[in-house]
């Protein structure tokens, strides 16, 4: 296999390890429910076809509700932000430019860029994860704070992430 599949193979386990074996445990306040396991969906390269892509994505979140018995949350919100990828993302990443990015980083695109790439797909997966684990818009408020909490700080752990396990390409 080349190089650039054992990297995304190498990201996937440790993101997936970091995510089982640490972030499971930590609920913050009631609200905040830190899943950078989501990254790996949106660091994958951006010529990932769109079926690869919604495959990975579901078999992800699927790997992830296996080991949390859960019942598809997981699967379905990795889902939909994969479909939003498919949709948003080269005119989020690459401002509509045909431009192939191997790995979506503060890195390899503009960090405003990416941020808002990174707030707005982190905004969908846990929208959707949150409106499905509680059955509904019934308690909107408790939905709409969990959201923008795991958004925030997810955000800053998937910056941190980016900071300490990626290296600065130069150019």
Same mark, same amino acid.
């Given at each position: 296999?080349?190089?650039?599949?054992?990297?995304?193979?190498?990201?996937?386990?440790?993101?997936?390890?970091?995510?089982?074996?640490?972030?499971?445990?930590?609920?913050?306040?009631?609200?905040?429910?830190?899943?950078?396991?989501?990254?790996?969906?949106?660091?994958?390269?951006?010529?990932?076809?769109?079926?690869?892509?919604?495959?990975?994505?579901?078999?992800?979140?699927?790997?992830?509700?296996?080991?949390?018995?859960?019942?598809?949350?997981?699967?379905?919100?990795?889902?939909?932000?994969?479909?939003?990828?498919?949709?948003?993302?080269?005119?989020?990443?690459?401002?509509?430019?045909?431009?192939?990015?191997?790995?979506? &980083?503060?890195? /390899? !695109?503009?960090?405003?860029?990416?941020? #808002?790439? %990174? =707030?707005?797909? +982190?905004? $969908?997966?846990?929208?959707?994860?949150?409106?499905?684990?509680?059955?509904?818009?019934? &308690?909107?408020? /408790? !939905?709409?704070?969990?959201?923008?909490? #795991?958004? %925030? =700080?997810?955000? +800053?752990? $998937?910056?941190?992430?980016?900071?300490?396990?990626?290296?600065?390409?130069?150019?």
């Amino acid at each position: 296999m080349s190089k650039r599949i054992w990297r995304i193979v190498g990201r996937f386990v440790l993101l997936m390890a970091l995510q089982l074996l640490v972030l499971n445990h930590v609920y913050l306040g009631g609200y905040v429910m830190p899943m950078l396991y989501v990254l790996f969906i949106l660091m994958l390269p951006t010529d990932t076809g769109r079926i690869p892509m919604l495959l990975i994505a579901f078999g992800t979140g699927l790997l992830v509700d296996v080991m949390n018995n859960m019942l598809g949350f997981h699967a379905l919100a990795c889902t939909v932000v994969a479909m939003l990828r498919i949709l948003f993302a080269d005119r989020i990443l690459t401002r509509g430019e045909p431009v192939t990015i191997e790995k979506p &980083s503060i890195y /390899s !695109v503009t960090p405003q860029y990416f941020f #808002s790439y %990174l =707030v707005l797909m +982190l905004g $969908a997966f846990y929208l959707v994860f949150y409106t499905v684990e509680l059955f509904g818009f019934r &308690s909107f408020g /408790s !939905v709409l704070l969990s959201t923008v909490a #795991s958004t %925030l =700080v997810t955000t +800053l752990l $998937a910056a941190l992430y980016q900071y300490i396990f990626l290296k600065k390409e130069t150019i």
